[in-house]
Nanobody, 122 residues
């Protein structure tokens, strides 16, 4: 599976962005998908996930209520980000794995997109 993330950019605090991740080369509906992010000098951290089976969603506490993960039938994963804060500044990565469960562990994901930069100014 190949993943191509896009949609990052520079936005002021309180603003919104929508990230996209287009998947190709596999059966999109069979993969659990997630977004992770990595800020400079920090480890990659889980942001949000959506299961393959029933579309259950999971969020890190830091983004709950502000971010929404969803997927459609065009092989695209999205992350709608609202009320952005400077602490949300990071490179955002989409990722895929062939099983549900363990959604917040980066080591379980076999496929990764190239990352898209999100910068939130104060």
């Amino acid at each position: 599976v190949q993943l191509q993330a896009s949609g990052g950019g520079l936005v002021e605090a309180g603003g919104s962005l929508r990230l996209s991740c287009v998947a190709s080369g596999g059966t999109f509906s069979s993969y659990a998908m997630s977004w992770f992010r990595q800020a400079p000098g920090k480890e990659r951290e889980f942001v949000a996930a959506i299961s393959a089976s029933v579309g259950s969603t999971y969020y890190a506490d830091s983004v709950k209520g502000r971010f929404t993960i969803f997927r459609d039938n065009t092989n695209t994963l999205y992350l709608e980000m609202n009320s952005l804060k400077p602490d949300d500044t990071a490179v955002y990565y989409c990722a895929a794995k062939s099983f549900d469960g363990g959604h917040d562990y980066a080591k379980y994901y076999s496929y990764w997109g190239q990352g898209t930069q999100v910068t939130v100014s104060s």
